[in-house]
């Protein structure tokens, strides 16, 4: 017979006995049964025979399945309660069986709906309500099933209360012409002839005939009215969905209208700064162009054009001048001494523009060199006769850079070794050293730019990311270098895979590539390290004052690659000036960093620049 249904379960300790779950069962009509209505209901289950229980089971539907056989009228009926009780429409087998035990369906089945309509106050008071809406809700036409539901749904409300007597009343002259048809007026009244009784069946017959036109027009009108019902619901549907295309249409309005206000507003903001962005952009060009030497002169031409006073009409310079003259005729020692230095300071004055034309001077002319040494014997002697000393605090950095200065182009790279000479015999401080360092490049610099060759004592063969990091290794030089953590690891076995014979774990290995990493920028601050490992929870540690040591986080392939990629996007971003140096061989990654305005380096490149390991 197969499994019993999701509705059934045997109770606990009951023998055959079932417990039923009401929430698969079928009803009479989609409201609840009053408690009235189910006991009438339960009342004519009661009155079902077992022969009829036995063609109920043999013919409904819901008694195939549950282990229901013949010869148990209780648990039948039990079971019949609960399907006419519960929620869905009962069976036309049920409903017929029913049907033969109401009392009132012999009196309601005979009327009309709408005559069952206007006598059923009438009907309530001389039936009871619940007999009359359990009649009607085992009547065979929807239309009284319906008329009984709405009665029900409605409670109290549904009757008026009457009396027996003034119900008995209601119906008397409802039925008046039926009842005078049938001879049985009232007893008061005279007696029905055969003249008044074809008067009362012409009569009946008319009304009968005007029912039946009713009833067509009637129905006329409910086709129509399905007719509009279903154009209204279709309107209905229809609004809808115009109601959610308009909606969605100002969503996207907003969002448009939206995002180009976001636009004029950047547009605005970009055309207002503009110029001082242009201007900043020049001067920063400016600033890295023939190592920031032009950048200097730019700022000096726009000081200049700024000075507009004359200082010969200074009056506090006049009285200086007066002052000194006074002293001149009244001392004449004094008065010698002044010319002599005011000599002094002119030639000084004049060495000096001397200088600074030669240290700037992009093409120097010999007449200008000629000049700067004549200078400097004038002011060698008038120093001897005025017995002044060098203010000079390093006399060896300021003779070195006057050296520079009138040093020939031919003779540069002896300049270049007289220098290393000086600096190997510690004669010079290490900020002097770098002071007159700075102004050879500047020199060699200004000689590449107009095509005189650049005389170099070693040709530097490194690749710019090499020389990148070894000048950041060296020097102050800011520098953002990322490392690509696994692809390091794969790329170095040699170095972080274990001898033969041990072993080392993956955390191991991370640990050791951020040890090697800190041990070769810990003595360069400027340079800011990240080592990027892939990982299933997002974390970053700081390994060291300057190393961080994030793991990516997420699923899926090439997690660090993307962190890599955003890491390099913000820093070009926000400082476009600072180089960002990427150390992968992943040729995708690196081709995406280059992109965004970094610079890559391979593993093994790397490697070379890495600390002896310490086994």
């Not at 950047?266 to 032009?294: C, K």
Request: glycine share 6%.
């Amino acid at each position: 017979m197969g499994p019993p249904p999701r509705w059934w379960r045997p109770a606990l300790g009951s023998g055959s006995a079932c417990v039923f779950d009401r929430s698969e069962t079928m009803s009479l009509c989609a409201h609840k049964l009053t408690d009235a209505c189910e006991r009438e209901v339960k009342r004519l289950i009661e009155r079902v025979p077992e022969k009829d229980l036995n063609e109920i089971l043999a013919l409904d539907p819901v008694f195939q399945v549950g282990g229901f056989k013949a010869g148990k009228p209780e648990l039948l009926r039990v079971r019949l309660t609960q399907v006419v009780c519960g929620q869905r429409e009962v069976s036309p087998v049920v409903r017929r069986m029913l049907e033969k035990r109401s009392r009132a369906k012999t009196l309601t089945g005979l009327l009309a709906p709408g005559v069952l309509e206007l006598a059923a106050s009438a009907l309530a008071a001389l039936l009871k309500p619940e007999t009359l809406i359990v009649a009607g809700l085992l009547d065979a036409r929807a239309e009284v099933r319906e008329l009984a539901a709405g009665w029900m749904a409605a409670g109290d409300a549904a009757f008026k209360p009457l009396t027996p007597e003034a119900a008995t009343a209601d119906l008397r002259e409802l039925f008046s012409d039926l009842h005078a048809l049938l001879g049985r007026s009232d007893q008061s009244g005279p007696a029905l002839t055969a003249e008044a009784w074809r008067t009362q069946r012409e009569t009946l017959e008319q009304t009968i005939q005007s029912l039946k036109m009713e009833i067509r027009r009637l129905r006329g009108v409910e086709d129509r009215a399905a007719m509009y019902a279903n154009q209204l619901k279709n309107a209905v549907a229809e609004k809808e969905r115009l109601d959610a295309r308009l909606q969605a249409a100002e969503t996207e309005a907003g969002n448009v209208n939206r995002t180009l206000n976001e636009l004029q507003v950047e547009l605005a903001r970009e055309r207002a700064n503009r110029e001082i962005r242009l201007n900043a952009a020049i001067d920063s060009a400016l600033s890295h162009e023939f190592y920031g030497w032009l950048a200097a002169a730019k700022r000096v031409e726009r000081v200049s054009s700024t000075l507009r006073e004359d200082l010969e009409d200074d009056p506090l310079l006049g009285r200086v001048r007066a002052a000194l003259t006074k002293q001149a005729e009244t001392d004449r020692h004094s008065g010698n001494r002044l010319t002599l230095s005011e000599r002094l300071k002119a030639l000084q004055a004049a060495a000096k523009e001397v200088d600074a034309a030669l240290a700037h001077a992009i093409r120097q002319e010999p007449d200008l060199q000629t000049a700067a040494r004549e200078l400097a014997e004038e002011i060698q002697r008038l120093e001897a006769v005025l017995e002044c000393s060098n203010p000079s605090s390093s006399p060896v950095e300021t003779a070195l850079l006057e050296s520079l200065n009138r040093t020939e182009t031919n003779d540069l790279p002896l300049f270049k070794r007289r220098f290393e000479g000086v600096t190997a015999l510690n004669l010079l401080s290490q900020a002097g050293a770098n002071r007159v360092m700075e102004a050879f490049r500047k020199r060699m610099a200004a000689l590449s730019a107009i095509g005189i060759p650049n005389y170099r004592l070693e040709p530097d063969t490194r690749s710019p990311e090499e020389r990148l990091l070894g000048e950041a290794l060296a020097t102050p030089k800011v520098l953002i270098l990322l490392l690509d953590g696994h692809n390091v690891l794969f790329g170095l076995p040699a170095r972080y895979n274990p001898p033969r014979g041990h072993s080392r774990s993956d955390a191991m290995k991370r640990d050791l590539v951020a040890k090697d990493l800190a041990a070769l920028v810990s003595a360069s601050p400027t340079i800011r390290a990240c080592i990027v490992f892939d990982g299933q929870t997002p974390s970053e540690t700081q390994f060291a004052p300057n190393v961080r040591v994030s793991y990516s986080g997420g699923e899926g392939e090439h997690r660090a690659d993307k962190v890599l990629v955003g890491l390099v996007r913000f820093f070009k971003q926000n400082d476009p000036d600072t180089p960002v140096l990427l150390v992968s061989c992943d040729q995708e990654l690196c081709g995406n960093v280059r992109r965004l305005g970094g610079q890559t380096m391979d593993v093994l490149t790397f490697g070379a620049f890495l600390p002896n390991p310490s086994r």
